[in-house]
């Protein structure tokens, strides 16, 4: 039996079109079935073909992908070390590889932060200003998470101008400098809470310091030298944390904001952060916390180059075994936005879980930690984000159309 949605006598043109043939992944089963759009919602599951006609045989329908943080646009911004390029050009850019990748909505994780260069609050707030006023030229559906370093207390009207945008962001906690400042001897996996009192500390005139923080120099433009005295100047603000945290906190649940927290490593870390409004795991990286998120109902978010790859290149969990454990509800495109569909193709070849739930890591899981209740899986009512997907059995699969609310948004039609 078809499930149906009433259109309903609007006076306006309805623009309706069909897939036809395609195995279309619904919420609890593949089933070769149609799916009918109309003015940028799903209307009708199983009936006739009305309108437009789509043929998606021997192709793959569901929903589109959902990334909660991306950070690859950095290259588009700044595609040398040093070398900035105009911002229009970057995003339009970003757009189409988003669109191309099957991702019809973004949270670009903008660094909010200290340091001069790339990552600099008022770059920051210009990206976010210049993606806005082109909202109209896009193709996607490009959000910010606000990727918040904590002691960069220069970003708070930022952060306020951003919740009172069109479109709600996210608000990342990330405490980059803390973990810069632990003690030689201690692993970024194994240190402990950032804001107690027993955290260990590093000393600044150590040369170690120098080599720790030279990558984070060169790109800020700085020389180590320089780039160490600004570091002990922001870590002299470490006392006032906490409270601007809170601060953050509040402003964004008011806002009806996400809030997630970065990179946690310990169960008191996601206790502290939960407790300010922030209810998503951010790539946790020590089982400890990301069973802490579990336990307390808390999303866990993982990079999908991480399950790509078939590891953490800096040594913290395994996204594909988190998945098999029931430790991961989405997985984020982090620096590369192919990531998303690989790390499905991966996690299928490995047998981690069934399709389904594989694709729900990039969409409806998303969806869920995002607040999305209008996307992220192919229901009747839902907003018609879609893709259509070329995989044949052993080999890459390959997006050939994304939809955006029913627009097309790419459409890669191969030459065979």
């Not at 047998?351 to 930690?369: E, Q, Y």
Request: glycine share 8%; aromatic share 6%; charged share 25%.
């Amino acid at each position: 039996m078809a499930l149906a949605f009433d259109i309903g006598k609007t006076g306006v043109t309805t623009v309706i079109q069909t897939f036809e043939g395609a195995q279309v992944y619904l919420p609890d089963q593949i089933v070769e079935t149609t799916v009918t759009v109309a003015d940028g919602r799903i209307v009708e599951i199983g009936g006739p073909v009305q309108g437009y006609r789509i043929d998606a045989r021997e192709m793959i329908l569901a929903p589109a992908l959902i990334d909660v943080h991306g950070d690859a646009f950095e290259r588009q911004v700044m595609p040398r070390p040093g070398v900035y390029f105009p911002l229009e050009a970057a995003v339009i850019d970003t757009d189409r590889q988003l669109a191309s990748n099957g991702i019809a909505t973004a949270y670009h994780a903008i660094t909010l932060g200290w340091e001069p260069g790339l990552r600099d609050v008022s770059r920051g707030r210009d990206l976010m200003r210049t993606m806005r006023a082109m909202a109209p030229r896009l193709t996607v559906e490009n959000r910010v998470q606000l990727r918040w370093e904590t002691f960069a207390f220069e970003a708070l009207d930022i952060i306020e101008e951003a919740l009172h945008g069109p479109l709600l962001p996210s608000i990342a906690f990330n405490d980059h400098t803390s973990m810069t400042m632990r003690a030689y001897d201690v692993p970024i996996q194994d240190r402990g809470f950032e804001l107690s009192p027993d955290f260990s500390i590093a000393a600044l005139d150590d040369e170690r310091m120098k080599t720790r923080t030279a990558s984070k120099a060169h790109r800020s433009g700085l020389s180590e030298d320089d780039y160490i005295a600004l570091l002990s100047r922001v870590w002299d603000r470490r006392a006032d944390v906490p409270d601007m945290i809170d601060r953050v906190g509040r402003i964004g649940t008011e806002a009806g904001a996400p809030m997630l927290s970065h990179d946690d490593t310990t169960p008191e870390t996601r206790a502290w952060f939960r407790d300010r409004g922030a209810r998503v795991s951010e790539f946790p990286m020590v089982l400890a916390a990301a069973q802490a998120a579990r336990d307390a109902g808390d999303a866990i978010i993982f990079g999908a180059p991480n399950a790509a790859r078939g590891g953490s290149h800096i040594g913290s969990l395994g996204a594909g075994d988190m998945v098999e454990a029931g430790l991961c509800d989405a997985l984020a495109s982090d620096y590369f936005y192919p990531a998303m569909l690989a790390a499905v193709a991966r996690l299928d070849a490995e047998k981690r879980a069934d399709r389904l739930t594989l694709w729900r890591l990039v969409s409806d899981g998303p969806a869920r930690a995002m607040n999305l209740s209008d996307r992220g899986s192919i229901r009747v009512g839902q907003r018609a984000d879609l893709v259509l997907i070329d995989w044949p059995q052993g080999h890459t699969p390959a997006i050939t159309g994304t939809w955006v609310a029913g627009r097309a948004a790419y459409r890669g039609l191969p030459t065979g």
